[in-house]
């Protein structure tokens, strides 16, 4: 794909059991209260469209947009959080992310939603989290992967914006 090459890392169906788990785990978290998932696109419309399928919440969804990368290496500029019509206050909001690199694009997000609203609570959850490159100190509450500190494409995921609608994650060669 352009110039790089890619193999399949996590073929689609331990993805779609990973994803399964990780519905499993916030219907039991949050069983009996209502939840706002604010899914942070482009990267996460896959995990999000396979997890909310196994949601049985009573639950509402926000989609925002954050841009903060360029190629393959976290550039960190990270732009404004736009979209976000729902009133947080006293909710229970998960955010939904493709994958958690730095954690400067999370960060800025919590810095955001903690000062414009007063959420009962938030958390987590990401399809991919690389702990190995992780810089900040909130938790990432419902992983799918935790993955090596190399470039991944694929569930969303885009190189440059190709690849996001391979069905396996796909890593670099
Ligand atoms: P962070 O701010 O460094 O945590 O980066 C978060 C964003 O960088 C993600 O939402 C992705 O859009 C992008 N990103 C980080 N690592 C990868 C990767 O391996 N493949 C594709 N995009 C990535
Ligand atoms: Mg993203």
Known sequence: MLDKEF???????????AVEHVANRINS???????????ILNGSFMFVAEL?????????????????????????????????KEDLNGKHV???????????????????IRTNYSPESIAVAS??????????????????FEVPNDFVVGWGLDYNGYGRNLEDICIMC
Not at 128 to 142: A, G
């Open 127 to 144: 399809l991919l989290f690389k702990p190995q490159s992780y810089r900040k100190s909130i938790p990432v509450n419902y992983v799918g």
């Open 7 to 17: 193999k399949v890392s996590i073929p689609c169906s331990r993805v779609k059991l």
């Open 52 to 84: 909310m399928r196994k949601i049985k919440l009573t639950c509402r969804i926000s989609f925002v947009k954050v841009a903060s990368y360029e190629g393959d290496t976290s550039g960190g500029i990270v732009r404004e959080l736009i979209g976000l």
């Open 94 to 112: 998960i955010l939904l992310e493709d994958i958690v690199d730095t954690g400067f694009t999370l960060d800025h997000l919590m810095r955001q």
């Open 29 to 39: 978290d949050y069983t009996g209260k209502e939840v706002i998932f604010v899914a």
